[in-house]
């Protein structure tokens, strides 16, 4: 009698050790898993569980019906649980990794622990000797004793490594050239060769980057492999303390030629004296707005065109946050640059620059009278002709020259 209470026990035990593990899955796995969604692997520890509990209850029936039976079912459940118990040792190996050799970072307000290329190096060993141990315990619990059984298993595990090699080895291998750049962490803001849209970096897991589109508000995935390929913009890293250095772009008409060359020389002063004023008043408007830039609007020429006079403005931005938040990130760089350009153009029409641009208004009136005059029995080239000297000869003439510069400022 007490040897059948000992073998009860014996049996019994798994399935109260299985019972709380299914009734405490979440409060097991929550503090290695903070900030991610522990659904998928509450329920996948719960469903291996019910397993492993359903297949040894069959196992000790089929014991009592069938004594030769060689405790087959039993230990199919204990292989599932040992696979599930080398994961779930693999994920608190990864979040020990982090805390000890990781890198320490606000992010939103909170402490985060970020891999780093030391952090995921010990994570890689971690998983090669918890590899060994899992495959070690399977051979145990097949008694798979001899030399041929278990060196058939070890060669069965290596030859899938081994043809599957090419798709997992190359990611797990720029994934630590990306952690050991020191360049790239989470919360950064990217950009990427070739491409306008932004991203945040949430994340370098072994085998893929996960990104944030901070346009688009959406999720995107890049093997690590594929990351590397192009140049990577980092707009939270700044090259020196001045900030982010942003442009907006607008093309300005030239002064008239009207006059004398004291006449112009007294435009082109007044055009200077304007520029220099949108400046000053975008930079004080800017402020009081407390929009996120640093003191210091650049106004530059670049570029002398056929048409018009291309200017360049120049604003350097605050410190980007280091967030996993996309509008943080839009508010601070796209916000920031519609903002701007907003006050820019309302500062430009009130100081008489007009947003026009002169060819394309020309054109425009050209087209609306033309039809007129070629009804009337005029040709074309004559007609076109009659346009410019009627637009011309009807343009009142002010000793303002503002009121004579029809301006074009666009921006970008």
Do not use: C
């Not at 097991?28 to 291996?48: A, C, E, W």
């Not at 018009?308 to 931005?317: Q, S």
């Amino acid at each position: 009698m007490p040897d059948d209470a000992l073998t009860w026990a014996l049996q019994a035990w798994p399935l109260v050790v299985g019972a709380l593990l299914f009734g405490f899955a979440r409060r097991l796995i929550s503090p290695f898993n903070r900030g991610r969604s522990l659904d998928f692997q509450v329920t996948m520890l719960r469903v291996v569980v019910v397993l492993y509990i359903g297949l040894e209850i069959l196992d000790i029936l089929a014991g009592q019906l069938f004594p030769a039976d060689q405790a087959t079912l039993s230990r199919i459940g204990s292989s599932l649980m040992t696979v599930m118990v080398s994961l779930f040792a693999f994920s608190v190996a990864g979040h020990l990794a982090r805390r000890r050799f990781g890198v320490q970072r606000e992010l939103d307000g909170e402490t985060a622990y970020l891999d780093n290329y030391n952090s995921r190096l010990v994570a890689i060993v971690s998983a090669v000797v918890l590899f060994l141990i899992t495959v070690y315990t399977l051979v145990r619990i097949w008694h798979l004793d001899s030399l041929l059984e278990a060196t058939g298993l070890l060669g069965v595990i290596f030859a899938f490594m081994a043809l599957t090699n090419a798709i997992w080895a190359p990611d797990i291998y720029y994934g630590l050239v990306i952690l050991n750049t020191d360049m790239l962490e989470g919360g950064d803001t990217v950009r990427f060769e070739g491409e306008t849209d932004l991203y945040l970096l949430h994340k370098v897991t072994f085998t893929h980057t996960l990104l944030l589109n901070v346009q688009g508000n959406y999720r995107s995935l890049v093997r690590n492999s594929r990351f590397m390929e192009r140049r990577i913009d980092n707009l939270t890293k700044r090259a020196s303390l001045e900030g982010l250095r942003q442009t907006l772009h607008y093309k300005v008409s030239y002064p008239p030629f009207e006059g004398d060359q004291e006449q112009r020389k007294k435009a082109m002063q007044d055009f200077q004296h304007r520029m220099e004023k949108l400046r000053e008043q975008v930079m004080a408007l800017a402020t009081e707005a407390k929009l996120a830039i640093k003191e210091g609007l650049e106004i530059r020429l670049v570029n002398t065109g056929d048409h018009a006079l291309d200017y360049d403005i120049h604003y350097y931005l605050e410190p980007l946050p280091v967030t996993r938040v996309t509008h943080r990130i839009r508010d601070a760089v796209l916000g920031t640059h519609a903002a701007l350009n907003t006050l820019v153009l309302t500062t430009a029409y009130q100081l008489g620059l007009d947003l026009r641009t002169p060819l394309v208004v020309a054109t425009a009136a050209h087209t609306d009278v033309l039809p007129a005059i070629v009804t009337a029995g005029t040709s074309p080239a004559t007609s076109s002709r009659a346009v410019h000297n009627n637009a011309t000869a009807n343009q009142p003439m002010t000793d303002d020259p503002s009121a004579n510069n029809q301006g074009d400022l666009h921006g970008s």
